[in-house]
């Protein structure tokens, strides 16, 4: 049983930053990828970054490079997602994720465990 709890979303302005974080409990994760994906109203969930499990590998969308930066906690079960300069096309449900591969993946299909999300809102 692997459990992930994503917090740190709200309502901000446009312009504005957010940091999410992601911590997952149950089993150990050395050797995973932990990503970030996000699903807006009437819109396919979307990749958003992803870190490999000793930080050495990370990708981001396009959509996002340079005003996020992912990064991993010390204990290797946590992930953090600082968001800058978001903007009303950032606003969605942001989902935590774990692929128990060692190869980084971008696509949903190859992560296992999910957390239940946390909504992002950036009003205009």
């Known amino acids: 049983q692997v459990q992930l709890v994503e917090s740190g979303g709200g309502l901000v302005q446009a312009g504005g930053s957010l940091r999410l974080s992601c911590a997952a409990s149950g089993r150990t994760f050395s050797g995973y990828t932990m990503g970030w994906f996000r699903q807006a109203p009437g819109k396919e969930r979307e990749f958003v970054s992803a870190?490999?499990?000793?930080?050495?590998?990370?990708s981001y969308a396009d959509s996002v490079k340079g005003r996020c930066t992912i990064s991993r906690g010390n204990a290797k079960n946590t992930v953090y997602l600082q968001m800058n300069s978001l903007k009303p096309e950032d606003t969605a449900v942001y989902y935590c994720?774990?692929?128990?591969?060692?190869?980084?993946?971008?696509?949903?299909?190859?992560?296992?465990?999910w957390g239940q999300g946390t909504q992002v809102t950036v009003s205009s």
């Open positions: 870190i490999s499990w000793n930080g050495g590998t990370i």
């Open positions: 994720a774990v692929a128990t591969t060692q190869r980084m993946r971008t696509s949903s299909h190859f992560y296992d465990y």
